[in-house]
Structures are given as C-alpha cells and as structure tokens.
C-alpha cells in the first residue's frame, strides 16, 4: 500500500536486560515478546532498515533496546492505521512509561509494548528460524501490502 506509515516491530527478548533509553530512566526488561510501534511519513522502508540494524548511532529510545545482543526483531508488520490506533489494538503491558511515547498527543503512555512469553499469534513460526527475519518481513510486507 502507499499510504503505509505505520510499522510494529515484533522483538523477542532472549534473556532479561537492563536498558537506559535516552533521557528515561533505566528500566530492567523481562526476557520474551515486546512490540514497538512508529510511524514514518516518508521514507518508511529506510526507517524500519535502520531500525533493524544493529550497529547505528541511538537516535529513537527504541535503538536503545536494539542495539541489545539479547533483542532480535523477528517480525515487521505495516499498517495505513494511524500510530496510536494501532499501538492501543495491540494490547499488552507498559514497562517503560514514555517509551516512543515523546511525541504522542493520544495518551498511549508508551509505544513499547510487553507482550508476555508465548510467541504472538502475529508472529510467524517459521520467523524464528530466519537468519534476518525482520528485513525478510519488511520486504514481504513491502511488496504484498500486508
């Protein structure tokens, strides 16, 4: 779709860490399934790209996380929805208040979301045994529209 500006990255933490993103405070993260949700009004692809490499300059508290050796985003999904509609339909819980969240005028609280430990039914099974799951997803979604 064209009109696609928002992204939900699904992270699967492997082991709990601890974080420091930008000027919030530290927060410690349990290990398992987290969501992030952005927006980008141009240049969606190359957005979401950074997001998924490791090695960046920390720009957006989401590189924070990352950047981590313990986070791996395992699935891109892409919506014409607005941010905060999409990041309130995912559900699960807040961990880092503020997180994403600078420039929200909906109230979201935070744009990182804690899913639990079960893998997301949004999630493909055959996502975990990619070696680049997140850039596979992004070109996936890029050309069929999902």
Known sequence: MANE???????????????????????????????????????LAARVERHLRRDKPRRWHIDWLLTRREARVVHVRLSARPECLENAAVGGRVLIPGFGASDCRAACGSHLRYLG??????????????????????????????
């Open 117 to 146: 430990t079960d893998r997301p039914t949004a999630v493909p099974e055959e996502s975990l045994r990619r070696r680049h799951p997140g850039l596979r997803a992004l070109h996936t979604a890029l050309a069929t529209g999902d």
């Open 5 to 43: 500006v928002t992204y939900q990255l699904y992270i699967r933490l492997r082991r709990p860490c601890r974080i420091r993103a930008g000027r919030l405070p530290g927060h410690r993260l349990p290990a398992g399934w987290y969501v992030y949700t952005g927006s980008a009004r141009r240049n």
